[in-house]
């Protein structure tokens, strides 16, 4: 089949950036969506020309550095899939579509369909974890877990980081990444010690990375690929409102200063040109 | 030269103990001035870098992807093995320890293995602790199941997503050690260089994939867990990232490379689709537990599955194998995949492919149970195929998977360069010539939190180094040799995309040194790659420029590296005049078709030595001693 793009291409941070079109004439229906791409790209370096720039590694869903919009939608029309496991299959011969990168202030575009989602990073570095120490560990059937809670906590887990739930969202809301490490971690016993101080210190954090606020519109869950459910959010909630009455709040520490993310990166390195 | 690995002395059961007292303590105000370098972010990386951290020490951690949680760890789905013998079935440290030797086809170092099998253990309970959310039986209690090559149930596992939540579970550690200021993230940063000083490792140069600078970092001592090199057969189950040129460009430095032919083929992936294929998935292990490997019994009977009675199909693994049956070994289970293919029974396009069939499953267990057990992988395989393994069986092909071989370590996991030390799938230690499933998360997780923090510890307090800082002319020279190949890659003004030429490697590989090698085939690959590479830096176009983000350019620069390893590969399997584990020589092989070890000229560690491109390496062995083993011819029937 015939397959046409329209693709966003920005060759840096500062670059305002603009759609192009190209033809990518003998698309095989086992094809993944990436693949496609690397056609096309081979295509491009033959003749010369830029190829388009893109993030993937795993190519099988898992490791979340995959996507873009596809006709405006977070990782394409397929359900619970990532970009990287969408195949082309799922589209027709003549189809054209409009492929950019993930929209949100907290992710500075890098180059065409590559965003800097470093923000997440900062979100978990700001309680996304248990305080334990390399051997300081505790037999491990020494707590016993209920099946159900262990089940829930991995579905809350099973987030891969992708950021498709921010930029699906009108207020660019990193609510259900958030929510997820948060339910994942309040699931369990071992999650308990710090489940306060981390409900505050996360949520803190992703206001601080400019992420908006959540008004429970739920594109996030229709388009996430780990299937991660609307209620970690209300979980979230909950343990908010909960820690902030609790008086939690003046407990949490600010992060030390954390190391400057790709798209500092590039403007430490290009200071804009002053004007002659 | 025999190389000496500092096996510490006394019964296997001591060395760890004994080892751990012996090794020297660094005081703990001194720790914050010591700064350490680790490459890689996965399970040997992060966890290394994380207890760096957590013990004092100044840690600088890089990866390549944009951020630690996706280092290719993330991947694995089935499982970690752990001596905690909560079966009751018999496992035991001792039993872990002898499995992985056996599986290992008996070219494994003893004292690194039982080390391996005694701290399995604390990483269940570690992972735990940090809130890895592990598969449980109603009671609450840790559940397991059982993997190839092992009899016992030892294996952990978070539904099919098993490396991801280990992984998470070492990031999560890694973010708080990055907010408490002793880890220094860098993130989409590639190593490009080794920085050697007075045959010392002392640094690194890295190339900043956003902005394209290039610079250096200098430390006290360098931990490379950069993962395996399965990607010089072009497509493997690695991620597309995945690559040597950290450990490639250290053995170029002088790091000894040992058994880089030890490449592990997995049997279970699903099979090339088309030319485009830009990897291959696997199909987690797990999945033998309750599916039936077979074949149709006549050659070229195209009947669809379902309509192929009992009585015309071929169990061939439960037929040749009937302790093991569907559970047999990985290199066995590739190989009799390739035999049935070879002789025109295969299925599926191309006939390369054989059935891994749930239908007796879904019968016994239901479609509930099988869906949790299996679910994700199910949909994932409907995903890729667009084939429903409810209603069809699914169809798999060996593919290359993992990669034994690494960096030539000593007991203390440290390269034959002093301060140099390699943790995970990209070191050679603990699995021989064939690693079990569900042995290379135990192994990565046991050197980043178990051996590393102690042994990059002893290092440092024996000191003798100076300091020294990027203004050395090391640093120089190794930054101006990064940019001369830069430079070489940019202009060389041809048509090609690496990944195209990197698919002509790979082709080569794959049927030269891949599940059957033969001194014809090797000796065709020797001669066919040195031409290709020529062909590579006359045909490769690069775009853009070396100043700013150009994917073209990273790849360029990872497939220059594996044109190299490559011939490598194809010396040590051609020097090796014997079949074991995943390296089969079809020279090499008992009545019956199985791999033929010769012990009396084998049994050592190949550790090659770098002397220049197109010139052949030089051959170091460390003889392995089996003192609590006896070597075996290896069965599973
Ligand atoms: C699909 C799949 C499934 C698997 N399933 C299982 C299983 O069920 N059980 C099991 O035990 N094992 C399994 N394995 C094997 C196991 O996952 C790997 O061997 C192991 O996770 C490797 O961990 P690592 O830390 O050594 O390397 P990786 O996780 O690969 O990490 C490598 C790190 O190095 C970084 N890096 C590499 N090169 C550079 C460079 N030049 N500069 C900067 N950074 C660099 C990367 O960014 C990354 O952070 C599986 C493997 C695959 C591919
Ligand atoms: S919650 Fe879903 S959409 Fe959001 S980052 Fe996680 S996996 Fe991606
Ligand atoms: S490339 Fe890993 S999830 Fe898509």
């Given at each position: 089949?015939?397959?046409?793009?329209?693709?966003?291409?920005?060759?840096?941070?500062?670059?305002?950036?603009?759609?192009?079109?190209?033809?990518?004439?003998?698309?095989?229906?086992?094809?993944?969506?990436?693949?496609?791409?690397?056609?096309?790209?081979?295509?491009?370096?033959?003749?010369?020309?830029?190829?388009?720039?893109?993030?993937?590694?795993?190519?099988?869903?898992?490791?979340?550095?995959?996507?873009?919009?596809?006709?405006?939608?977070?990782?394409?029309?397929?359900?619970?899939?990532?970009?990287?496991?969408?195949?082309?299959?799922?589209?027709?011969?003549?189809?054209?579509?409009?492929?950019?990168?993930?929209?949100?202030?907290?992710?500075?575009?890098?180059?065409d369909l590559i965003v800097d989602r470093s923000a997440l990073d900062r979100i978990i570095a700001a309680g996304g974890y248990t305080s334990t120490r390399a051997g300081s560990a505790a037999e491990a059937n020494q707590i016993l877990i209920p099946k159900p809670s262990a089940d829930k906590a991995m579905e809350a887990a099973a987030c891969i980081g992708c950021g498709a739930c921010v930029a699906s969202c009108p207020n660019a809301a990193a609510a259900l990444f958030t929510g997820a490490k948060i339910a994942h971690l309040g699931h369990l016993p071992q999650g308990q010690p710090e489940r306060m101080g981390r409900a505050i210190a996360m949520t803190s954090q992703a206001h601080a990375e400019g992420f908006g606020h959540c008004t429970t519109i739920g594109e996030c869950e229709a388009v996430c690929p780990a299937g991660i459910k609307l209620e970690v959010i209300s979980r979230m909630n909950k343990d908010f409102i909960k820690a902030t009455l609790g008086g939690y709040a003046n407990e949490v520490q600010t992060l030390a200063a954390l190391p400057p993310s790709a798209a500092m990166r590039f403007f430490e390195a290009e200071p804009p040109k002053k004007e002659p | 030269m025999p190389l000496d690995a500092h096996i510490p002395s006394g019964p296997i059961e001591q060395k760890w103990q004994k080892q751990k007292f012996d090794l020297k303590l660094v005081n703990p105000a001194n720790k914050r001035k010591y700064r350490v370098i680790v490459v890689g972010t996965g399970l040997a990386g992060g966890a290394a870098a994380a207890s760096l951290g957590e013990l004092g020490y100044e840690v600088l951690n890089f990866c390549f992807q944009d951020t630690p949680r996706r280092a290719h760890s993330i991947a694995a789905q089935g499982g970690i093995n752990a001596a905690k013998s909560y079966q009751n079935d018999g496992d035991s440290v001792q039993r872990l320890f002898y499995d992985t030797i056996k599986g290992g086809d008996f070219r494994a170092r003893e004292a690194n293995v039982y080390r391996l099998a005694e701290v399995s253990?604390?990483?269940?309970?570690?992972?735990?602790?940090?809130?890895?959310?592990?598969?449980?039986?109603?009671?609450?209690?840790?559940?397991?199941?059982?993997?190839?090559?092992?009899?016992?149930?030892r294996t952990f596992y978070a539904r099919g997503q098993t490396g991801q939540q280990l992984l998470l579970g070492a990031y999560q550690a890694l973010q708080r050690q990055v907010a408490a200021g002793t880890v220094k993230q860098f993130v989409r940063t590639e190593m490009m260089e080794l920085i050697v000083v007075d045959g010392r490792a002392r640094g690194i140069v890295v190339r900043d994939l956003v902005t394209g600078k290039i610079s250096s970092y200098v430390a006290d001592a360098v931990v490379l867990a950069t993962g395996g090199y399965g990607n010089v057969f072009y497509l493997s189950t690695n991620a597309k990232g995945s690559n040597a040129t950290a450990i490639w460009r250290a053995h170029r430095k002088g790091a000894f490379f040992a058994n880089p032919c030890y490449t592990q083929i997995h049997p279970t992936c699903i099979p090339k689709s088309g030319e485009y294929q830009s990897k291959l998935t696997l199909m987690s292990e797990s999945l033998r537990n309750d599916g039936r490997v077979w074949v149709p019994k006549a050659a070229g009977d195209k009947r669809p599955p379902n309509e192929i009675p009992e009585s015309d199909r071929d169990y061939y693994l439960e037929r040749i194998y009937p302790t093991y049956g569907n559970l047999a070994p990985r290199d066995i289970s590739s190989r009799q995949a390739k035999n049935v293919c070879d002789q025109g029974r295969g299925v599926g396009p191309g006939g390369l492919g054989v059935y891994l069939d749930f239908r007796d499953a879904f019968k016994r267990l239901g479609r509930k149970v099988m869906d949790e057990r299996y679910g994700n992988l199910f949909e994932m395989y409907e995903r890729i195929t667009g084939e429903d393994p409810h209603d069809v069986p699914m169809r798999i092909y060996p593919a290359v998977?993992?990669?034994?071989?690494?960096?030539?370590?000593?007991?203390?996991?440290?390269?034959?360069?002093?301060?140099?030390?390699?943790?995970?799938?990209?070191?050679?230690?603990?699995?021989?010539?064939?690693?079990?499933?569900?042995?290379?998360?135990?192994?990565?997780?046991?050197?980043?939190?178990?051996?590393?923090?102690?042994?990059?510890?002893?290092?440092?307090?024996?000191?003798?180094?100076?300091?020294?800082?990027?203004?050395?002319?090391?640093?120089?020279?190794?930054?101006?040799?990064?940019?001369?190949?830069?430079?070489?890659?940019?202009?060389?003004?041809?048509?090609?995309?690496?990944?195209?030429?990197?698919?002509?490697?790979?082709?080569?590989?794959?049927?030269?040194?891949?599940?059957?090698?033969?001194?014809?085939?090797?000796?065709?690959?020797?001669?066919?790659?040195?031409?290709?590479?020529?062909?590579?830096?006359?045909?490769?176009?690069?775009?853009?420029?070396?100043?700013?983000?150009?994917?073209?350019?990273?790849?360029?620069?990872?497939?220059?590296?594996?044109?190299?390893?490559?011939?490598?590969?194809?010396?040590?399997?051609?020097?090796?005049?014997?079949?074991?584990?995943?390296?089969?020589?079809?020279?090499?092989?008992?009545?019956?078709?199985?791999?033929?070890?010769?012990?009396?000229?084998?049994?050592?560690?190949?550790?090659?030595?770098?002397?220049?491109?197109?010139?052949t390496p030089v051959l170091n062995k460390e003889p392995l001693v089996f003192e609590n083993i006896h070597l075996a011819q290896r069965s599973y029937k």
């Open positions: 089949m015939r397959i046409t793009l329209d693709i966003w291409r920005q060759k840096n941070p500062r670059d305002p950036g603009r759609f192009e079109r190209f033809e990518v004439p003998n698309v095989n229906e086992h094809m993944s969506f990436l693949e496609m791409l690397d056609v096309l790209n081979q295509q491009l370096v033959s003749e010369g020309k830029e190829p388009v720039a893109f993030d993937s590694d795993c190519r099988e869903g898992i490791c979340g550095m995959c996507g873009f919009l596809i006709n405006g939608e977070a990782h394409g029309p397929l359900r619970n899939a990532t970009v990287c496991q969408t195949h082309m299959r799922h589209f027709k011969d003549g189809d054209v579509l409009r492929l950019e990168p993930w929209r949100a202030s907290a992710f500075p575009v890098l180059r | 253990a604390n990483i269940i309970d570690q992972c735990v602790a940090q809130g890895v959310p592990f598969a449980r039986e109603y009671g609450g209690a840790l559940a397991n199941r059982s993997f190839g090559g092992a009899l016992v149930s998977h993992y990669t034994m071989g690494g960096l030539w370590v000593d007991y203390n996991l440290m390269s034959n360069l002093p301060g140099l030390f390699v943790g995970g799938e990209a070191n050679f230690s603990d699995h021989g010539a064939n690693r079990l499933g569900a042995s290379a998360l135990m192994q990565g997780l046991a050197d980043g939190y178990f051996v590393l923090p102690y042994t990059v510890g002893d290092y440092l307090a024996r000191g003798g180094f100076a300091k020294m800082d990027t203004s050395h002319p090391a640093v120089k020279d190794a930054e101006r040799e990064v940019n001369e190949r830069t430079k070489r890659l940019m202009s060389i003004g041809g048509k090609k995309s690496a990944d195209q030429l990197h698919r002509e490697l790979g082709e080569i590989m794959w049927n030269d040194c891949g599940m059957a090698r033969t001194k014809e085939s090797l000796t065709h690959a020797l001669s066919v790659i040195p031409e290709l590479r020529e062909r590579f830096y006359k045909e490769l176009r690069v775009t853009g420029s070396g100043a700013e983000l150009n994917q073209q350019l990273e790849q360029a620069g990872r497939v220059a590296d594996f044109f190299e390893l490559a011939e490598l590969l194809c010396y040590d399997a051609l020097q090796r005049n014997e079949s074991c584990g995943g390296h089969f020589r079809v020279e090499y092989q008992t009545s019956d078709g199985e791999a033929q070890r010769n012990d009396d000229e084998y049994a050592y560690v190949a550790a090659w030595e770098f002397k220049g491109v197109g010139t």
